[in-house]
């Protein structure tokens, strides 16, 4: 239902005006690893699942849209999807709301979509697949060191069908990226290599 949807408002979007970046990143923390290097609000719960960073318009160069326009996230427009942005994008170690509102200033806003869409559209990408389901059917479980390919490939011969970006903080897994292309339904393509800083090494701890 909300995928017809968002799909309709992406294809009335799409057809109609140029966007000024090249894909689309999902960013999907993984908490165990985050608040190793973070700290976290001991009070939150940390699933151990995958949960969304953010959707991000994103170019192939390394000059990132960012900061499009100065608007605040009005909560009030989001009210609807609130407690499913509460279970899917929560932050670790500070308020929900303050997360949401960042990620919308520095992001959605260069997305061209109003704040409901840009935040249902986001949560639609995220629960078409779920990671840690992936990883675990190609036997990557947490508590253990695998080599990088491993994840690679398991999310490339997944549904995604796609390679990821992974993000790794002192070898320690931390998140996960799929991209996306700008097609009226996006479809998963290949991520380009991650920033240098934040790559993963070759064995990579899923903590
Ligand atoms: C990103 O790329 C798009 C199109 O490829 C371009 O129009 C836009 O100016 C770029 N943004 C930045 C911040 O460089
Ligand atoms: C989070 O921030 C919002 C908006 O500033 C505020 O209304 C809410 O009380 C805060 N929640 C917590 C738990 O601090």
């Given at each position: 239902m909300s995928y017809l949807k968002v799909t309709f408002v992406f294809s009335l979007f799409f057809y109609g005006s140029v966007i000024g970046f090249d894909y689309w990143t999902i960013a999907q923390t993984w908490p165990a690893g985050f608040c190793t290097h973070n700290v976290c609000d001991a009070t939150k719960p940390k699933p151990l699942k995958f949960t969304i960073h953010g959707l991000w318009p994103s170019n192939y160069t390394t000059h990132q849209p960012a900061f499009c326009l100065s608007s605040n996230l009005n909560p009030t427009l989001i009210h609807g999807i609130v407690l499913k942005l509460d279970q899917d994008w929560p932050s670790y170690n500070s308020n929900n709301s303050h997360f949401w509102n960042y990620e919308w200033k520095k992001h959605g806003t260069c997305s061209h979509m109003s704040e409901l869409d840009y935040f249902t559209h986001t949560l639609d990408i995220y629960t078409r697949n779920d990671l840690q389901q992936i990883l675990k059917h190609a036997?990557?479980?947490?508590?253990n060191t695998y080599d990088i390919q491993h994840f690679i490939t398991a999310i490339h011969t997944s549904q995604v069908g796609a390679e990821p970006q992974l993000i790794c903080t002192k070898g320690d897994l931390i998140e996960i990226r799929l991209c996306l292309n700008k097609n009226p339904v996006p479809e998963y393509i290949k991520c380009p290599p991650p920033p240098p800083k934040t790559a993963c090494p070759a064995n990579v701890s899923f903590v």
């Amino acid at each position: 239902m909300s995928y017809l949807k968002v799909t309709f408002v992406f294809s009335l979007f799409f057809y109609g005006s140029v966007i000024g970046f090249d894909y689309w990143t999902i960013a999907q923390t993984w908490p165990a690893g985050f608040c190793t290097h973070n700290v976290c609000d001991a009070t939150k719960p940390k699933p151990l699942k995958f949960t969304i960073h953010g959707l991000w318009p994103s170019n192939y160069t390394t000059h990132q849209p960012a900061f499009c326009l100065s608007s605040n996230l009005n909560p009030t427009l989001i009210h609807g999807i609130v407690l499913k942005l509460d279970q899917d994008w929560p932050s670790y170690n500070s308020n929900n709301s303050h997360f949401w509102n960042y990620e919308w200033k520095k992001h959605g806003t260069c997305s061209h979509m109003s704040e409901l869409d840009y935040f249902t559209h986001t949560l639609d990408i995220y629960t078409r697949n779920d990671l840690q389901q992936i990883l675990k059917h190609a036997n990557i479980l947490h508590g253990n060191t695998y080599d990088i390919q491993h994840f690679i490939t398991a999310i490339h011969t997944s549904q995604v069908g796609a390679e990821p970006q992974l993000i790794c903080t002192k070898g320690d897994l931390i998140e996960i990226r799929l991209c996306l292309n700008k097609n009226p339904v996006p479809e998963y393509i290949k991520c380009p290599p991650p920033p240098p800083k934040t790559a993963c090494p070759a064995n990579v701890s899923f903590v």
